[in-house]
T-cell receptor, first 114, second 111 residues
Framework: ETGVTQTPRHLVMGMTNKKSLKCEQH?????MYWYKQSAKKPLELMFV???????ENNSVPSRFSPECPNSSHLFLHLHTLQPEDSALYLC?????????????FGSGTRLTVV | GQNIDQPTEMTATEGAIVQINCTYQ??????LFWYQQHAGEAPTFLSY????GLEEKGRFSSFLSRSKGYSYLLLKELQMKDSASYLC????????????FGGGTRLMVKP
C-alpha cells in the first residue's frame, strides 16, 4: 500500500455505461493527478488538480470528466467510452507541483471497454 | 513534452550489473526521476537527480549529465525481484514543473 488508494482495481464496462474511478490519499498532499498507461506507451498525463483547482487538462476527450471535491479525493467519471480507452488509469499525488520526491502513485484501475 | 527516450526491454543475469539509459530534451529541464513498476502495481519512487553526478542508494544508483541530457539507472547485484519496468521521468519548468514519462524499460532478470 503506497498511501494512495484507487478503486476499483478492475473494471469492465460497455460503451454505453457510466462509471466512476475513485482515488483517495491521506498523505497530506495538495496536488493530485490522473494518468493513462497503455501497453507499450509512456504514461500520459490527463488531469492535474492543485489545491482542488484543475490546473491542467491535457486535451482529454470530454467522455472523461474529473472531479476533486477536496484535497484527499479525486474522481474520474467515465461515459460513452471507446474500446481504445481500455488501459490502466493511475492516480498520483504530491506535496506540491515542485516537490523533489516526485509523485506517489496508486496501484491503478485496469479498465476494459467492451 | 520533453521527449524522454529509453530502451524498451533489457535482459540481465541474476547477480550481474545492468545500466538503463535515458535521454531527454534539455530545454526547461528541472529534475530527473526514476521509478520502478512491477506488473499490476503502482510505480514507486527510486531516485531524483537535479545536479550532475551520481546518487547512490544501496544497490541502485542514478547518474545525471545536464549538458548531455542523459541519465542512467545502475542496478548492482541483480536479484530476481528486480524484474520490473523502470520509468524515467523529466520535470520541466516550461510545463508547470510537471513530470513527463518515458515509455519505460522492461527489465527481465534471469537465473
Amino acid at each position: 500500500e503506497t498511501g494512495v488508494t484507487q478503486t476499483p482495481r478492475h473494471l469492465v464496462m460497455g460503451m454505453t455505461n457510466k462509471k466512476s474511478l475513485k482515488c483517495e490519499q491521506h498523505l497530506g498532499h495538495n496536488a493530485m493527478y490522473w494518468y493513462k498507461q497503455s501497453a507499450k506507451k509512456p504514461l500520459e498525463l490527463m488531469f492535474v488538480y492543485s489545491l482542488e483547482e484543475r490546473v491542467e487538462n491535457n486535451s482529454v476527450p470530454s467522455r472523461f470528466s474529473p472531479e476533486c471535491p477536496n484535497s484527499s479525493h479525486l474522481f474520474l467519471h467515465l461515459h460513452t467510452l471507446q474500446p481504445e480507452d481500455s488501459a490502466l488509469y493511475l492516480c498520483a499525488s504530491s506535496q506540491d507541483r515542485t516537490v523533489n520526491y516526485g509523485y506517489t502513485f496508486g496501484s491503478g484501475t485496469r479498465l476494459t471497454v467492451v | 513534452g520533453q521527449n524522454i527516450d529509453q530502451p524498451t526491454e533489457m535482459t540481465a543475469t541474476e547477480g550481474a550489473i545492468v545500466q538503463i539509459n535515458c535521454t531527454y530534451q534539455t530545454s526547461g529541464f528541472n529534475g530527473l526521476f526514476w521509478y520502478q513498476q512491477h506488473a499490476g502495481e503502482a510505480p514507486t519512487f527510486l531516485s531524483y537527480n537535479v545536479l550532475d553526478g551520481l546518487e547512490e542508494k544501496g544497490r541502485f544508483s542514478s547518474f545525471l549529465s545536464r549538458s548531455k541530457g542523459y541519465s542512467y539507472l545502475l542496478l548492482k547485484e541483480l536479484q530476481m525481484k528486480d524484474s520490473a519496468s523502470y520509468l524515467c521521468a523529466g520535470r520541466n519548468n516550461n510545463a508547470g514543473n510537471m513530470l513527463t514519462f518515458g515509455g519505460g524499460t522492461r527489465l527481465m532478470v534471469k537465473p
